[in-house]
């Protein structure tokens, strides 16, 4: 019923690539990053899905944690960007949230603030991103700073972040590495750094916590020709489908949708699906792009509009109005279709519209339990 596109999210996925960032790193805790609304697959929903396997969560706000809560999330949840203000220590205090701390301005509003018991702080090391956290140099004196402060702060850690994991040799991500490891053995400090592509290829960043996010979701993060399915390791757990709503037999020599940017070389059948840019799908995406019509691979043809988009269905003639459209996920990886938008998937996944409803699907295909979340 109502416009044919869906997020079909495979719970079951989501728990197998888990399972594959937790068996790379042994030695590790693994926080499952969830933020942005688990990638655009649902947050609450995810987090059910991994809550008996993950020992913490990685997200972005308070309000993040608040949606968690109040869905009934106990595991631990550590806010990636720390308080925006000071007033959020409340909510921190409350809701019983971790906290990474990169600012002279966060950590004066902590020894100020009384919290029910003493809160648990991940301290923030820029160790060459530049992006948050204390320079090397001044890192130490925040740590001391922190750690004297015992009825405020009670577990302390290094938190860091690495800019290159995804490149094969990267003299940047072994300087951070270098970097890293001086402070934590100087300071006697739990590390917590390796993102996906460091757990992935990177043992020697695992640290006593590992924060893998795009993974969990099936994308191979890292910068190579092999997707995450021929890698044969993650498994995707988003698929984006829809249908064809109708069918245009267009003469050669004719231009197709916004800007005439296709021109069809001879006859053609154009496929029109219902899925735009107003649903998350990149209108950057150039013509040739592939698309699934019942399975085959046909070619996106034109401009993506808000709420279609148009294929050649040449390779397919059998297609007819209702046939399946993927747009990503099983059988289309969806780094694939983002090499085709000049993107990375994580834009993809995160950019799915809340229009879209998400259906979540676990168990055997034979009894699939599908909920339903916006
Ligand atoms: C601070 C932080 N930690 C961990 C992650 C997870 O990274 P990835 O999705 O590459 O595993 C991110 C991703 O944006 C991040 O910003």
Request: hydrophobic share 45%; glycine share 8%; with cysteine.
């Amino acid at each position: 019923m109502g416009r044919p596109i869906r997020a079909e999210i495979d719970l079951d996925a989501l728990r197998h690539n888990f399972g594959v960032a937790a068996g790379l790193a042994p030695h590790s805790q693994s926080m499952a990053v969830i933020k942005a609304n688990a990638y655009g697959h649902g947050a609450v929903a995810c987090a059910s899905a991994l809550a008996p396997l993950a020992p913490a969560f990685g997200i972005a706000s308070i309000e993040e944690a608040v949606t968690l809560r109040e869905a009934g999330i106990e595991t631990p949840l550590l806010l990636l960007e720390g308080i925006f203000e000071p007033s959020e220590l409340e909510w921190v205090d409350s809701l019983d949230l971790w906290q990474v701390v990169h600012s002279d301005w966060q950590i004066e509003a902590l020894l100020a603030f009384t919290p029910r018991r003493a809160l648990t702080v991940w301290l923030k090391l820029d160790s060459g991103m530049h992006r948050l956290g204390f320079s090397p140099q001044a890192f130490p004196e925040r740590w001391q700073k922190l750690s004297r402060a015992t009825d405020r702060v009670a577990n302390l850690h290094l938190i860091s972040h690495f800019a290159s994991a995804d490149q094969r040799d990267s003299a940047l991500f072994d300087t951070q590495r270098a970097v890293i490891d001086t402070l934590s053995r100087a300071l006697s400090a739990p590390i917590c750094a390796a993102n996906s592509p460091a757990t992935l290829v990177k043992p020697a960043s695992h640290g006593a916590w590992n924060r893998p996010g795009v993974m969990l979701y099936g994308v191979d993060p890292l910068q190579s020709p092999v997707t995450a399915v021929s890698l044969d390791a993650l498994k995707p757990v988003m698929t984006l489908r829809s249908k064809l709503i109708a069918i245009q037999s267009v003469n050669g020599g004719e231009t197709i949708g916004y800007g005439g940017r296709f021109r069809t070389p001879h006859a053609t059948r154009i496929g029109v699906v219902a899925a735009g840019y107003g649903d998350g799908y990149d209108r950057h995406a150039r013509d040739g792009t592939p698309v699934l019509v019942d399975g085959k691979r046909c070619r996106l043809a034109g401009r993506v509009s808000m709420d279609m988009l148009t294929v050649d269905l040449s390779e397919h003639p059998a297609a007819r109005v209702g046939s399946d459209v993927t747009l990503w996920g099983h059988g289309l990886p969806v780094e694939e279709v983002a090499g085709h938008c000049d993107t990375i998937a994580y834009t993809l996944l995160t950019g799915v519209l809340p229009r879209v409803s998400r259906h979540y699907l676990q168990g055997s295909p034979g009894d699939t339990v599908a909920e339903r979340e916006h």
